[in-house]
């Protein structure tokens, strides 16, 4: 039997091979290699790069602003990825059957995906604002008279963010969701209502395994979402009052486009891909073993 | 016939090309933040300055605010690539700038110019505090714009209250002039989201600036924490104001406008659009306190390096072009940004301007009672400190005394590699 060239394979990767390696990889490696180097931009004795080992990593896990971040980062990803995702498929069950006005309601809840953030964050911003906000308003129908300053107050202006990332991206992994839900073969629910089951055991014992893989696909780009997005930040809140709403991506752009601290924002490129890398691997090898 | 027509082709590219290559291009990043019709005037004096020097070509680079630009210039320079020959950027970043290398000195060009002595000198002191640095020129003032309070002058006059002068009268008549504890109307509106800049005339009404020079910072100065509290007291003791942090930049000059708030603090730069917009009398005064103050604000001309010498010197006739007397004037008039040149103020469009338009030469006569706006190296640390903290005493997370200090303390370890 004659054997199949060896260089097809390569040449059909090289494209991505080089994508990758230009936009990923080689600035990837300059900013781990950049992390163990000091250069403040705007300080004349620390310009150019000169070597400072871990000093970075020192001095970001001892500056309480960093941890700060930290701390408000995690509870960005943990209020907004399990709220979104959980909303998500509900809403992809509700939206899977057949019903009058099924497509209505599916464009009207998947249009906030394709609204830019940008476009998002200005509208919510309107509904945050103190006296006349929408939100204000809506609240008080029902009789609240609670917090009204949503974005300048230290201990909702993280919340107001959350609600922003939730309602932005709950319709994208809906679609996910939906797509496996559409995707699970109907004779094996068919079955499963025939031998009695039903309701919510027939979905978590039947239905949510079969769609267990879109669900780990949509947990992890929803995961990687969550320290990505940032657009609504500048708009919102700006990080504060006092750094209260400050997250990762948006400190790494105050530290290297306003405080020119390009070490420093190396290392904070360096934590970041890391923590992203521990989850998708943690996430992909726990999918694996379950297939098996 | 064909190899006519590539001939021709051929011979047009190279002619156009040859052209092209005859014009001198520069091009100005232009930050557009706030909404008056700067768009429109620049692109006029662009024309204006290309139809009387037909070999330079100006391109205007309108992108965001000041942020952007700097974002820009360092974007270009750092990945080797040809940045903006000028750019707008604040003119409280001079020394960042001067230190990230992101900016080139004037020096030679004004000194090759023969009337450049006299051009500097013409140039309000006010505005030049943050052009030069180590003693070089860096910086040309433009779009300069001033800390000011708005007032509905029908309102104070229907509720028999004095224009404030000293804190007390301000907070009472905010106090005052609040109507069903604002949700009708606020006495008065500051945005005290990334306060510092607002903050700034209260602390110089009191005495001390926040700030010394560069390497200084006066954050925790008994007279600076005295103003912090006073900005609470506006909220919590007059109860003129609304509490706590609040982004109201954008919404207190319609709020004005629309007989919705009855004081305001905001930059000059608003002027124009306010006046275009109220249906009422419109005072303009100096931040009250134990004496009137203001604090300069804006951007400054900044050229940037590695520009052949036609280019700089296109770059410094372009700069001398929109800063002439009469540009200046037609700008301030048209924006509400204060006019830069000691020229200006006493030529005849500004005099017939002012006749008419009051409110414009409140503005210009605070020019004497401005303070410098906050300009330090490592600004960014330095300011960030302050509004973290100025930011936690407004929100009651600690006493004014507390907050100051740590933003003092904060600063001071910024400041360290440049003492």
Known sequence: MKRKPLLLPYILILPTFIFVTVFTLVPLGSSIAGSFFRQKLNVPKYHDPSWYGMGNYTDLFTDSTFLQVLRNTGLYVLATVPASLALALLLAVLLSGKFRGQTFFRLVIFHPAILPMVSAATLWLFFFTPGYGLLNQLLRLFGYTGPENWTGNPHMSLLSLCIVGIWKQTGFYMLFLLAGLQAVDKSVLEAARIDGAGGFPLFSRITFPLIRRSFLFTSTIAFIAAFQTVDHVFIVTLGGPSDSSNILLYYLWQLRFEKLNVGAANTVTVILVAVLLAFTITNFLASERHER | ?419
């Open chain 2, 1 to 419: 016939m064909k190899r006519t027509i590539l001939s021709l082709i051929a011979l047009a590219l190279v002619l156009g090309s040859a052209q092209a290559a005859d014009k001198v291009e520069i091009s100005l990043a232009y930050p557009v933040a706030v909404t008056a019709p700067i768009a429109n005037i620049m692109n006029g004096y662009a024309e204006q300055f290309m139809a009387a020097n037909p070999d330079v070509k100006v391109t205007l680079i309108f992108s965001g605010g000041y942020g952007d630009v700097k974002t820009a210039v360092q974007t270009a320079i750092q990945g080797k690539a040809k940045a903006p020959e000028l750019a707008i950027m604040l003119a409280t970043d001079v020394y960042d700038l001067v230190n990230a290398r992101l900016v080139d000195s004037f020096d030679d060009l004004a000194k090759a110019d023969k009337t450049g002595s006299a051009y500097l000198k013409d140039l309000a002191p006010a505005y030049m505090g943050n052009s030069y640095s180590a003693g070089k020129l860096y910086g040309i003032p433009f779009q300069r714009s001033a800390v000011v309070m708005y007032y509905n002058a029908d309102l104070l006059a229907q509720q028999k209250i004095a224009v404030p002068k000293t804190w007390v009268e301000l907070g009472s008549a905010a106090g005052k002039l609040t109507v069903d504890g604002g949700a009708a109307r606020w006495g008065l509106e500051c945005s005290t989201k990334n306060p510092y800049w607002l903050f700034e005339p209260f602390a110089i009404s009191n005495g001390q600036n926040i700030f010394t020079d560069e390497n200084t910072v006066n954050f925790n100065d008994p007279k600076v924490v005295e103003a912090v509290q006073f900005v609470i007291d506006l909220s919590k003791k007059y109860q003129g104001m609304p509490a706590g942090v609040t982004d109201s930049w954008g919404s207190s000059t319609a709020n004005f406008i629309a007989g919705k708030t009855a004081i305001i603090i905001h930059t000059s730069g608003s002027l124009s659009n306010i006046l275009k917009g109220a249906k009422f009398t419109v005072g303009v005064a100096p931040v009250p306190g134990k004496k009137s103050a203001s604090v300069t604000g804006g951007g400054n001309i900044y050229l940037t390096p590695g520009h052949t010498p036609a280019e700089r010197a296109a770059a410094w006739n372009f700069v001398r072009f929109i800063t002439e007397t009469e540009r200046v004037v037609d700008f301030s008039t048209q924006t509400g940004y204060v006019p830069y040149r000691q020229g200006a103020l006493k030529s005849k469009a500004w005099t017939d301007y002012v006749a008419k338009t009051p409110q414009a030469k409140a503005v210009a006569d605070i020019l004497p009672m401005m303070g410098p706006e906050l300009a330090t190296n490592a600004l960014s640390d330095v300011k960030s400190a302050f509004n973290k903290y100025l930011e936690m005493a407004i929100n009651g997370q600690m006493t004014p005394k507390a907050a100051m200090d740590m933003a003092q303390a904060e600063a001071d370890k910024a400041l360290k590699d440049y003492r």
